[in-house]
């Protein structure tokens, strides 16, 4: 039989009670209080000898009483009217990721059962493998490597002799194997994404934290024109990239692109908690003032809502808005997401707001998400409302944008108004600029109610020739509009309807209000020089009148879209005089086809400005 350097014994008699936690057990001459491998300190004496200390207990030399013996930190019973129990290895190892044979080994003619129970590092629940016994002697367990991965192993064992039940371990306070990785073992699971960004980590405890050895050795000999690397500064406001990014730590986020959908790891052990909070493992990371890049430290998925924060050393309930925005920004490849779940492996921006702070990541893996129904409408009402700015350029996009009101905001920034994440790499960056001392960047920026109207500036970064659309237009209080101001000329702006900005354009503003506030705030402000008119009927079937006006000649093109924002028919694309004019839409495409019942929009382009209106198909 093959025999595990960590070899577990356990000797019972009849004289344990059922159910018992294994922790101190007694004989006639003797008693024996496990020690700290088990959970303990301890003490163990008898007629003939005294020991002191902790079980197991040190390896060399062989120590007898005239009732049992110890050998070499092994004991072995002499008579079987004496009971002791222990467990002889320490209750963290490392090991290889190997077949390993666990053993408990047990006195008396009768036979013993014993299950094996185990759980992965971050899993609160346990999996149970029966044990087999080898009669009057031991009981084994054939670990496979399998079981042995780089989230580690946690495990304890419950021993059924002749029905009295023992523990060996407890949930609370399992047996642990760190698993010990080599550069292949130690790899992304998943290769990175064929040339594009991604905000990464390493969750493994490596020997070496050199940039070098950890991605050089898998993506080849460093040339940007195949991979990229680098590492936010708060302290820089800027990205440093290889050689000169930050040492590889767990928990330390990075920016990286390669070519060829290849992976990057290293050698080292699984992770493991830093520190105890409330009776649960938690991971520290030191965070700066501003945007931190960080990177879940674990090998499994973590809840944004199970992590926790320290404000100077004071670790503080939920996630306070006077330390941090309560936003998580993952980026997909494309753009920023706002996460609930933290990947594995994958990195993140968060804000902080103040010095002196750290972040706790939980050794607990993240829930399945619940099944819900999105709130599809959101806020709305004249006393809060948001609309959402997305600017695409070049595949990539900046997503996820709110301008609106609330009855808790104020003027100026304040805690409603989320930073904007620094721009990605190559990637396009849309933020506001709120009024008031604080300047900085802002994702969202909501404002009090006003009943007239009210501007938000905007700023483009990175961008290259692109397109700007706006939704949920349809929130904002009747009777107001919105329009995009820039380079001079303003233009209405309709619901999802891509309006061009050019790489010059450097910033912009959004204004939203009633057709007084427009007309007063600039002179320079166009009047409303064409009018759009509900479809008459609505609904309808089959056809219906569009009528518009427009009061100076111009080019004017009248379109019809789908539910899916594609163009199913041109009513008209020409140059027309100004007056009042009719279209009619028998509900056919292009190719004459008739359509099926539903929603469908709308839209006339005349000069610069844009409008749509919904209507309704029905069969």
Same mark, same amino acid.
């Given at each position: 039989?093959?025999?595990?350097?960590?070899?577990?014994?356990?000797?019972?008699?009849?004289?344990?009670?059922?159910?018992?936690?294994?922790?101190?057990?007694?004989?006639?001459?003797?008693?024996?209080?496990?020690?700290?491998?088990?959970?303990?300190?301890?003490?163990?004496?008898?007629?003939?000898?005294?020991?002191?200390?902790?079980?197991?207990?040190?390896?060399?030399?062989?120590?007898?009483?005239?009732?049992y013996?110890?050998?070499?930190?092994?004991?072995?019973?002499?008579?079987?009217?004496?009971?002791?129990?222990?467990?002889?290895?320490?209750?963290?190892?490392?090991?290889?990721?190997?077949?390993?044979?666990?053993?408990?080994?047990?006195?008396?003619?009768?036979?013993? %059962?014993?299950?094996?129970?185990?759980?992965?590092?971050?899993?609160?629940?346990?999996?149970?493998?029966?044990?087999?016994?080898?009669?009057?002697?031991?009981?084994?367990?054939?670990?496979? %490597?399998?079981?042995?991965?780089?989230?580690?192993?946690?495990?304890?064992?419950?021993?059924?002799?002749?029905?009295?039940?023992?523990?060996?371990?407890?949930?609370?306070?399992?047996?642990?194997?760190?698993?010990?990785?080599?550069?292949?073992?130690?790899?992304?699971?998943?290769?990175?994404?064929?040339?594009?960004?991604?905000?990464?980590?390493?969750?493994?405890?490596?020997?070496?934290?050199?940039?070098e =050895?950890?991605?050089?050795?898998?993506?080849?000999?460093?040339?940007?024109?195949?991979?990229?690397?680098?590492?936010?500064?708060?302290?820089?406001?800027?990205?440093?990239?290889?050689?000169?990014?930050?040492?590889v730590?767990?928990?330390r986020?990075?920016?990286?692109?390669?070519?060829?959908?290849?992976?990057?790891?290293?050698?080292?052990?699984?992770m493991r908690?830093?520190m105890?909070?409330?009776?649960a493992?938690?991971?520290?990371?030191?965070?700066?003032?501003?945007?931190?890049?960080?990177?879940?430290?674990?090998?499994?998925?973590?809840?944004?809502?199970?992590?926790?924060?320290?404000?100077?050393?004071?670790?503080q309930?939920?996630?306070?808005?006077?330390?941090?925005?309560?936003?998580?920004?993952?980026?997909?490849?494309?753009?920023?997401?706002?996460?609930?779940?933290?990947?594995?492996?994958d990195? &993140?921006?968060?804000?902080?707001?103040?010095s002196?702070?750290?972040?706790?990541f939980?050794y607990?893996?993240?829930?399945?998400?619940?099944?819900?129904?999105?709130?599809?409408?959101g806020?709305?009402? =004249?006393?809060e409302?948001?609309?959402?700015?997305?600017?695409?350029?070049?595949?990539?996009?900046?997503?996820g944008?709110?301008?609106?009101?609330?009855?808790?905001?104020?003027?100026g920034?304040?805690?409603?108004?989320?930073?904007?994440?620094?721009?990605?790499?190559?990637?396009?960056?849309?933020?506001?600029?709120p009024?008031?001392?604080?300047?900085?960047?802002?994702?969202? =920026?909501?404002?009090?109610p006003?009943?007239?109207?009210?501007l938000w500036?905007?700023v483009?970064?990175?961008?290259?020739?692109g397109?700007?659309?706006? &939704?949920?237009?349809?929130?904002?209080?009747?009777?107001?509009?919105?329009?995009?101001?820039?380079?001079?000329?303003?233009?209405?702006?309709?619901e999802?309807?891509?309006?061009?900005?050019?790489q010059e354009?450097?910033s912009?503003?959004?204004?939203?209000?009633?057709?007084?506030?427009?007309?007063?705030r600039?002179?320079?402000?166009?009047?409303?020089?064409?009018?759009?008119?509900?479809?008459?009927?609505?609904?309808?079937?089959?056809?219906?009148?569009?009528?518009?006006?427009?009061?100076?000649?111009?080019?004017?093109?009248?379109?019809?879209?789908?539910?899916?924002?594609?163009?199913?028919?041109?009513?008209?694309?020409?140059?027309?005089?100004?007056?009042?004019f009719?279209?009619?839409?028998?509900?056919?495409?292009?190719?004459?086809?008739?359509?099926?019942?539903?929603?469908?929009?709308?839209?006339?382009?005349?000069?610069?400005?844009?409008?749509?209106?919904?209507?309704?198909?029905?069969?």
């Amino acid at each position: 039989m093959k025999i595990l350097s960590v070899f577990i014994a356990l000797i019972l008699c009849l004289g344990i009670p059922a159910s018992t936690t294994l922790g101190q057990s007694q004989s006639a001459n003797f008693s024996l209080a496990a020690g700290a491998a088990v959970g303990g300190g301890g003490n163990s004496s008898s007629a003939g000898h005294g020991i002191s200390g902790g079980i197991p207990l040190p390896g060399g030399g062989t120590s007898f009483s005239d009732s049992y013996g110890v050998i070499g930190g092994v004991a072995s019973v002499l008579s079987a009217s004496n009971a002791t129990a222990f467990y002889d290895a320490a209750s963290v190892e490392a090991v290889p990721i190997t077949d390993r044979i666990l053993e408990i080994a047990y006195l008396g003619a009768a036979t013993a %059962s014993g299950t094996l129970y185990y759980r992965y590092g971050g899993q609160s629940s346990y999996q149970s493998a029966g044990m087999t016994d080898h009669p009057g002697s031991v009981l084994t367990y054939a670990l496979s %490597s399998n079981l042995l991965t780089n989230r580690g192993l946690e495990y304890y064992f419950e021993v059924d002799f002749y029905g009295s039940i023992s523990f060996i371990g407890t949930p609370g306070e399992p047996y642990i194997f760190i698993v010990e990785m080599n550069n292949t073992q130690g790899r992304r699971p998943s290769a990175m994404p064929n040339a594009r960004y991604r905000i990464i980590g390493l969750p493994i405890e490596t020997e070496s934290h050199s940039v070098e =050895d950890v991605f050089a050795d898998d993506l080849g000999s460093y040339d940007n024109t195949q991979w990229r690397l680098g590492s936010y500064e708060a302290g820089l406001d800027s990205v440093v990239e290889y050689p000169d990014a930050s040492p590889v730590y767990p928990g330390r986020g990075y920016w990286l692109i390669a070519r060829g959908s290849k992976r990057y790891g290293a050698p080292g052990r699984s992770m493991r908690p830093s520190m105890e909070y409330d009776g649960a493992g938690y991971y520290r990371v030191p965070l700066e003032q501003g945007w931190n890049q960080v990177a879940n430290p674990f090998p499994f998925d973590i809840a944004w809502d199970h992590i926790l924060f320290e404000d100077d050393g004071v670790v503080q309930t939920g996630h306070p808005v006077d330390l941090l925005d309560d936003a998580a920004y993952w980026y997909d490849g494309t753009g920023y997401q706002e996460v609930s779940t933290i990947p594995a492996w994958d990195g &993140f921006f968060v804000y902080i707001k103040k010095s002196n702070a750290g972040t706790l990541f939980p050794y607990r893996e993240a829930p399945p998400p619940l099944a819900f129904i999105a709130d599809s409408e959101g806020p709305s009402g =004249d006393n809060e409302w948001t609309v959402r700015l997305r600017f695409e350029s070049g595949g990539l996009v900046d997503d996820g944008n709110l301008a609106g009101v609330s009855p808790s905001a104020r003027t100026g920034a304040d805690e409603l108004d989320f930073a904007e994440p620094p721009p990605p790499p190559e990637g396009p960056s849309l933020a506001f600029s709120p009024p008031g001392e604080d300047r900085r960047a802002s994702r969202t =920026d909501i404002r009090p109610p006003f009943v007239d109207g009210a501007l938000w500036n905007i700023v483009f970064k990175n961008c290259g020739k692109g397109n700007l659309r706006v &939704f949920d237009l349809d929130r904002i209080p009747a009777g107001m509009s919105a329009w995009l101001e820039m380079n001079g000329s303003t233009i209405l702006l309709p619901e999802n309807v891509p309006v061009q900005i050019s790489q010059e354009i450097h910033s912009a503003r959004l204004i939203i209000g009633t057709d007084v506030f427009l007309a007063e705030r600039d002179s320079h402000l166009p009047r409303l020089t064409f009018l759009l008119e509900q479809n008459y009927p609505n609904p309808f079937n089959p056809t219906t009148r569009i009528a518009y006006s427009i009061s100076e000649p111009g080019y004017v093109k009248l379109e019809i879209y789908n539910v899916l924002g594609q163009r199913i028919r041109t009513l008209v694309d020409d140059r027309l005089p100004a007056g009042r004019f009719v279209a009619l839409w028998e509900g056919k495409d292009d190719r004459g086809n008739g359509v099926t019942s539903g929603v469908y929009f709308y839209r006339i382009k005349y000069g610069d400005m844009l409008e749509q209106r919904k209507m309704v198909l029905l069969k």
